[in-house]
């Protein structure tokens, strides 16, 4: 009977339009002053004036309340000389009028008071509503911070869409041609039993793909029961968000779908940095594989040959004529240099691809700078150099042989630059936890142009050139034991500063 009284009866939708307010209010004014009129004064229907004053409550502004207060007043004003000029004028009837219009006034007063007090609540209400909206939506921004591939968005996506709705189950896919494929996630309620179904690799309902006219990018479907969202993607597929039983409305699901999409955007730029990283990564895994290759297999030619040109300057062959000697020799020069040259690019790709020998052990560094000057001795001798060395006790923690290469680069590269009957100045001391070697020479030194690539790769030309691999190695050779190599100009000299610690600190590249 209830339902069937509601249904012929519905209640009014609060508040009422300006229309309607206005056509109720005045409709039941006149009622009240023509009844107000045609009645005795010591009925005092008067008092009913305060029924359109009250109604006037139910609209959406104070302005109904204030004119409606006035007109009642101005009504019972004219309803009491109208009764005056019919029946007379009397004390009582005066004070029922007086009362009638305080009874007007009261309630206009109260219903100006109620409304501006329903005003502050649905602002309040507002207010916490909008705050509450604002925090779930930081709250979403938190779960969705840091840098993101599209796969780890999906899954960060579906996961605080759950959080953020209060969904059973929320799940995100790309539609493609009607199915949902991946990057795909599902997001579940904890409390949720038996899991939620998913939608991957099936065919999607019609409803989840035909947006209704006017919906936007969000929209619901199944009765209600799914909300479906859509992330605009820059190919074809677009993502699609599937929202079992959300617990929040619809406009703030459009929020976070709003908020979502530029986080979308960006995570294509992180992709296309993540594939380029990879195929560099590829390319020069490629490179360093066949540098090394190369290098590896080129000394066992290399020192095949030299071997049988040594044999053949000891006279394996025979006598040989002097010029073929000489053609022998500048052919072991050349074949030691190859040989030095794929020794340092075997060197070279271990140091860049990371395979270094971890195991190191106590180098007596005095010792090992003091070989290294023997073994360039002839070419000193020749180029009649003036070494002079102040080689002070000092031992580190490393390994043995890419040190002794450090240490030749240096040398090497100060014998071969320096000019005849000059001074090569080798000092190597140890305070502080650290041991420096300096190499000083006279030779031209290095262009101001030249000094902020002196030790990378393929540097060549002038002093520190060669195959541009030497100082480069130097440095890599440093830092790998945790140390450093600079170059200092100074005035008609160059001055090159390696510096170790004693104690082996931890490498880095």
Same mark, same amino acid.
Request: charged letters at 20%.
């Given at each position: 009977?209830?339902?069937?009284?509601?249904?012929?009866?519905?209640?009014?939708?609060?508040?009422?339009?300006?229309?309607?307010?206005?056509?109720?209010?005045?409709?039941?004014?006149?009622?009240?002053?023509?009844?107000?009129?045609?009645?005795?004064?010591?009925?005092?229907?008067?008092? !009913?004036?305060?029924?359109?004053?009250?109604?006037?409550?139910?609209?959406?502004?104070?302005?109904?309340?204030?004119?409606?207060?006035?007109?009642?007043?101005?009504?019972?004003?004219?309803?009491?000389?109208?009764?005056?000029?019919?029946?007379?004028?009397?004390?009582?009837?005066?004070?029922?009028?007086?009362?009638?219009?305080?009874?007007?006034?009261?309630?206009?007063?109260?219903?100006?008071? +109620?409304?501006?007090?329903?005003?502050?609540?649905?602002?309040?209400?507002?207010?916490?509503?909008?705050?509450?909206?604002?925090?779930?939506?930081?709250?979403?921004?938190?779960?969705?911070?840091?840098?993101?591939?599209?796969?780890?968005?999906?899954?960060?996506?579906?996961?605080?869409?759950?959080?953020?709705?209060?969904?059973?189950?929320?799940?995100?896919?790309?539609?493609?041609?009607?199915?949902?494929?991946?990057?795909?996630?599902?997001?579940?309620?904890?409390?949720?039993?038996?899991?939620?179904?998913?939608?991957?690799?099936?065919?999607?309902?019609?409803?989840?793909?035909?947006?209704?006219?006017?919906?936007?990018?969000?929209?619901?479907?199944?009765?209600?029961?799914?909300?479906?969202?859509?992330?605009?993607?820059?190919?074809?597929?677009?993502?699609?968000?599937?929202?079992?039983?959300?617990?929040?409305?619809?406009?703030?699901?459009?929020?976070?779908?709003?908020?979502?999409?530029?986080?979308?955007?960006?995570?294509?730029?992180?992709?296309?940095?993540?594939?380029?990283?990879?195929?560099?990564?590829?390319?020069?895994?490629?490179?360093?594989?066949?540098?090394?290759?190369?290098?590896?297999?080129?000394?066992?030619?290399?020192?095949?040959?030299?071997?049988?040109?040594?044999?053949?300057?000891?006279?394996?062959?025979?006598?040989?004529?002097?010029?073929?000697?000489?053609?022998?020799?500048?052919?072991?020069?050349?074949?030691?240099? !190859?040989?030095?040259?794929?020794?340092?690019?075997?060197?070279?790709?271990?140091?860049?691809?990371?395979?270094?020998?971890?195991?190191?052990?106590?180098?007596?560094?005095?010792?090992?700078?003091?070989?290294?000057?023997?073994?360039?001795?002839?070419?000193?001798?020749? +180029?009649?150099?003036?070494?002079?060395?102040?080689? +002070?006790?000092?031992?580190?923690?490393?390994?043995?042989?890419?040190?002794?290469?450090?240490?030749?680069?240096?040398?090497?590269?100060?014998?071969?630059? +320096?000019?005849?009957?000059?001074?090569?100045?080798?000092?190597?001391?140890?305070?502080?936890?650290?041991?420096?070697?300096?190499?000083?020479?006279?030779?031209?030194?290095?262009?101001?142009?030249?000094?902020?690539?002196?030790?990378?790769?393929?540097?060549?030309?002038?002093?520190?050139?060669?195959?541009?691999?030497?100082?480069?190695?130097?440095?890599?050779?440093?830092?790998?034991?945790?140390?450093?190599?600079?170059?200092?100009?100074?005035?008609?000299?160059?001055?090159?500063?390696?510096?170790?610690?004693?104690?082996?600190?931890?490498?880095?590249?």
């Amino acid at each position: 009977m209830r339902q069937a009284l509601r249904t012929l009866f519905p209640p009014p939708r609060l508040p009422l339009g300006d229309g309607t307010l206005w056509t109720v209010c005045l409709g039941t004014l006149a009622c009240v002053l023509l009844t107000d009129l045609l009645t005795p004064a010591s009925l005092v229907v008067g008092t !009913l004036l305060t029924v359109p004053v009250a109604l006037s409550a139910l609209g959406t502004s104070r302005r109904p309340v204030v004119v409606l207060t006035l007109l009642s007043v101005l009504a019972s004003v004219l309803a009491a000389v109208s009764n005056a000029q019919v029946d007379g004028f009397s004390r009582p009837d005066l004070s029922n009028r007086v009362v009638s219009l305080l009874a007007i006034l009261l309630v206009g007063g109260l219903t100006l008071r +109620s409304r501006e007090a329903s005003e502050r609540a649905v602002r309040i209400a507002e207010d916490e509503r909008l705050l509450t909206r604002e925090r779930l939506l930081r709250r979403l921004a938190e779960d969705m911070g840091g840098p993101l591939g599209q796969p780890e968005f999906v899954a960060r996506a579906a996961a605080a869409l759950q959080h953020l709705t209060g969904a059973r189950s929320v799940e995100v896919g790309a539609a493609v041609r009607a199915v949902l494929r991946p990057p795909h996630a599902l997001a579940v309620a904890p409390d949720l039993d038996p899991p939620a179904p998913s939608w991957l690799d099936t065919r999607l309902p019609l409803d989840f793909l035909a947006r209704p006219v006017g919906a936007g990018n969000v929209w619901a479907a199944d009765g209600g029961r799914v909300v479906l969202a859509r992330l605009q993607r820059a190919d074809d597929s677009d993502l699609l968000l599937i929202l079992r039983g959300p617990q929040t409305p619809l406009s703030l699901i459009g929020e976070a779908a709003a908020a979502l999409q530029p986080l979308l955007e960006r995570t294509r730029l992180l992709d296309d940095l993540r594939a380029g990283r990879e195929q560099l990564r590829e390319r020069g895994e490629l490179l360093r594989d066949l540098v090394y290759a190369f290098s590896h297999d080129l000394r066992t030619p290399l020192l095949a040959n030299a071997m049988n040109m040594q044999g053949a300057l000891r006279g394996a062959y025979g006598p040989l004529p002097q010029a073929y000697r000489e053609t022998l020799e500048n052919g072991l020069d050349a074949n030691a240099a !190859l040989l030095a040259l794929a020794e340092k690019l075997l060197l070279v790709t271990k140091y860049e691809s990371g395979e270094t020998d971890d195991q190191t052990s106590d180098v007596n560094l005095r010792t090992l700078v003091q070989g290294v000057l023997e073994d360039l001795r002839p070419r000193t001798e020749a +180029s009649r150099l003036n070494v002079e060395r102040q080689l +002070s006790a000092a031992r580190v923690q490393g390994r043995p042989h890419d040190l002794r290469r450090a240490v030749q680069n240096l040398l090497d590269n100060a014998v071969k630059f +320096s000019p005849p009957d000059g001074t090569l100045r080798v000092t190597l001391t140890g305070e502080d936890g650290e041991v420096t070697l300096t190499v000083q020479d006279d030779g031209p030194g290095v262009p101001l142009s030249r000094e902020p690539q002196l030790f990378q790769r393929f540097r060549s030309g002038g002093a520190g050139g060669g195959t541009g691999l030497g100082l480069y190695l130097t440095r890599r050779i440093a830092e790998g034991h945790g140390g450093s190599v600079r170059y200092v100009r100074t005035q008609q000299r160059s001055l090159f500063i390696l510096t170790l610690p004693v104690d082996g600190a931890t490498p880095h590249d």
